[in-house]
């Protein structure tokens, strides 16, 4: 989300855009701040490791993820799991 970008609007411009370009349409600055440095650098680090470039999730992963208790799975019932890699034959 761009306006959440270090320096968004000021140093950086976002959709080709300044704080002057946007005026009374920028929304306001959060008051608080609810993820510290180290926390987005882990969540940044999880998705590099386990999501990013894997396509869709399945309905294993979900569960993996979610636990087998939450209902945000249900909508991966009717997927099939992916086809196991397969290395080469000898």
């Known amino acids: 989300m761009p306006f959440f970008m270090r320096g968004a609007y000021d140093t950086t411009k976002c959709f080709e855009m300044n704080r002057v370009d946007v ?12 993820l510290r440095p ?21 309905y294993r992963e979900c569960v993996d993820f979610f636990g087998d208790t939450s209902h945000v799975c249900d909508i991966y019932k009717t997927q099939s799991a992916p086809a196991a890699a397969s290395g080469p034959s000898k």
């Open 23 to 34: 005026g009374d349409r920028m929304p306001p600055e959060p008051t608080t701040t609810y």
């Open 38 to 58: 180290s926390d987005i650098e882990a969540v940044a680090d999880y998705v590099l490791a386990h999501i990013k470039g894997r396509g869709e999730p399945n």
